[in-house]
């Protein structure tokens, strides 16, 4: 398994945009985006660094592997 850590809200968003996530809007400290044809929209806040548990659940919720994202950044 691939490590998690360091990675900053701004490097999250762009390594979801490469595989076809898009930003929907911003509210508040955090970026909303969506993806045609999934049913969930991620909220990635905007911090120098993200929790572990956080970026997990980013990870999980796009519906890729730890190793899927790492590879995007």
Do not use: C
């Not at 045609?36 to 919720?61: D, F, M, W, Y």
């Amino acid at each position: 398994m691939g490590r998690l850590a360091n990675i900053s809200g701004k490097d999250a968003v762009k390594a979801f945009q490469k595989i076809g996530w898009y930003v929907v809007g911003q509210v508040g400290s955090h970026v909303m985006m969506s993806k045609q044809g999934v049913r969930v929209n991620l909220s990635i806040p905007q911090h120098k660094e993200l929790s572990v548990g956080t970026l997990r659940a980013l990870i999980r919720n796009a519906g890729i592997t730890v190793e899927e994202f790492i590879g995007l950044l």
